[in-house]
T-cell receptor, first 114, second 112 residues
Framework: DTGVSQNPRHKITKRGQNVTFRCDPI?????LYWYRQTLGQGPEFLTY????????KSRLLSDRFSAERPKGSFSTLEIQRTEQGDSAMYLC????????????FGAGTRLSVL | QQQVKQSPQSLIVQKGGISIINCAYE??????FPWYQQFPGKGPALLIA?????SEKKEGRFTISFNKSAKQFSLHIMDSQPGDSATYFC???????????FGKGTKLTVNP
């Protein structure tokens, strides 16, 4: 499979716990994006990396959220001290090159905070 | 503040009919307008995209119409098929930004 891969697909956690999601972009894609999608809504932008540099961050990305892309390949999104309002689908996308290139999305990680 | 307003929220069309989904925006700095298709359990996939220097773009059965002065754009699906049943999102992006701003989505059902 050469698409964007996200793991795990589902995560159930208790309020207050920390969770980490992983995204493996399409090979050689230098840009990687994180979005959050709640039921009945469109994806909301969280952050964007070009190679290992985090270039844009949304105000939605509170202090409890942190994203990394240490070697410019896979990325992790960590949520600390989860809250019920964090329950959502977390989508990762990747694209190649400069300009408005196509963002290819993974199937997402569905987080449920109990 | 919702920057891209999408309507209708849901749409039911008969097989062979035309599906029309509309979006409106306020920010004139937007310069890229893609449409994404999402099936249950899958991530969104790009369907077709347009820039404001053209008024229409067609790819197969899918057409984007763009009205810059009205700040509106729409997706037309001709000869709609049951396999087109999915949620469709319009989106927009500003010059100098990679961030996509999505509408709330339209759930399309095409009856056989």
């Amino acid at each position: 499979d050469t698409g964007v891969s996200q793991n795990p697909r589902h995560k159930i956690t208790k309020r207050g716990q920390n969770v980490t999601f992983r995204c493996d972009p399409i090979s050689e894609h230098n840009r990687l994006y994180w979005y959050r999608q709640t039921l009945g809504q469109g994806p909301e932008f969280l952050t964007y990396f070009q190679n290992e540099a985090q270039l844009e961050k949304s105000r939605l990305l509170s202090d409890r959220f942190s994203a990394e892309r240490p070697k410019g390949s896979f990325s992790t999104l960590e949520i600390q001290r989860t809250e019920q309002g964090d329950s959502a689908m977390y989508l990762c996308a990747s694209s190649l090159g400069a300009g408005k290139n196509i963002q290819y999305f993974g199937a997402g990680t569905r987080l449920s905070v109990l | 503040q919702q920057q891209v307003k999408q309507s209708p929220q849901s749409l039911i069309v008969q097989k062979g009919g035309i599906s029309i989904i509309n979006c409106a925006y306020e920010n004139t700095a937007f310069d890229y307008f893609p449409w994404y298709q999402q099936f249950p359990g899958k991530g969104p996939a790009l369907l077709i995209a347009i820039r404001p220097d053209v008024s229409e773009k067609k790819e197969g059965r899918f057409t984007i119409s763009f009205n810059k002065s009205a700040k509106q754009f729409s997706l037309h699906i001709m000869d709609s098929q049951p396999g087109d049943s999915a949620t469709y999102f319009c989106a927009a992006s500003m010059s100098g930004s990679e961030k996509l701003v999505f509408g709330k989505g339209t759930k399309l059902t095409v009856n056989p």
